[in-house]
């Protein structure tokens, strides 16, 4: 793990390995780390200005990191429990929170989610960034099935596909049969339901919680997908009305100049 996911992305209490990555190295003082800034909404990079020094701060401990965003001068603080001898660094406080930080990320998916949905995906972030793992994965799913529900839609009515069958198909079998239909990313990732079904139903909030940042990085990459999608049917069609209308024009034009 990088100290990049360390900071922006694990939730807290989530313990992690310090062999075998650059997360205590990255957090001296005078890196730099890139990441999102919740305050002004935009991603910059943040310059360690207090940080971990095991020289100094012995090999286990609490110390708080301060990160400077280096655009807009905010301030991210970070409480960080570690044990080197142990081998292990966790979060223990963070502000702004995780769930601030993801929260501000995903409003952008407003117009392909809508905004009930967008509830969800915050009350998965929620209840991430407060340990609760299960309960995430049980608004992601909700918002998995959504999304294949509004896709099928259309596919239904155009008859594309047949209702009855995708009504008594698993979610596997629907997939399937909308797969001319859906984002890459989903057809390759149909995987993500089973882990999404099994957090709620076999894992353990610490297996959830750990799953959680690439679970939600998967789904994103399905509303990327989707989000591109639609803003390129807007596109287009915009391009096709703007050129018709300019052909008209110089059809027009071309007349007027023949008569006279």
Do not use: W
């Not at 839609?153 to 049969?177: F, M, P, R, T």
């Amino acid at each position: 793990m990088t100290v990049q996911d360390f900071i922006f992305e694990l939730p807290l209490y989530t313990r992690e390995r310090v062999s075998g990555n650059t997360i205590l190295e990255g957090l001296d003082y005078g890196n730099h780390i890139d990441g999102y800034n919740p305050i002004k909404g935009v991603d910059s990079t943040f310059c360690v200005e207090a940080g971990i020094d095991t020289r100094y701060n012995g090999t286990k401990g609490i110390v708080e990191v301060r990160l400077k965003c280096q655009r807009y001068m905010n301030y991210m603080f970070v409480m960080i429990h570690y044990n080197i001898e142990q081998d292990y660094i966790e979060k223990v406080g963070q502000y702004p929170s995780i769930a601030d930080i993801h929260i501000a990320k995903v409003r952008k998916y407003k117009t392909v989610l809508g905004a009930p949905y967008i509830k969800d995906f915050t009350r998965a972030i929620g209840l991430a960034a407060n340990g609760i793992g299960t309960g995430s994965f049980v608004y992601l799913r909700r918002i998995f099935e959504h999304l294949i529900e509004e896709i099928s839609i259309d596919a239904i009515k155009n008859g594309e596909i047949d209702k009855e069958q995708y009504i008594a198909g698993s979610i596997e079998q629907k997939i399937i049969l909308l797969s001319e239909h859906l984002p890459d990313v989903l057809t390759e990732n149909k995987s993500l339901y089973a882990v999404l079904s099994a957090g709620i139903h076999s894992l353990s909030e610490e297996t959830c919680l750990s799953y959680f940042p690439i679970v939600k990085t998967v789904v994103e990459l399905i509303l990327d997908e989707m989000e591109f999608e639609k803003s390129l049917a807007i596109k287009k069609k915009s391009a096709k009305e703007q050129l018709g209308r300019i052909v008209g024009e110089v059809r027009t034009s071309i007349k007027k100049s023949r008569d006279n």
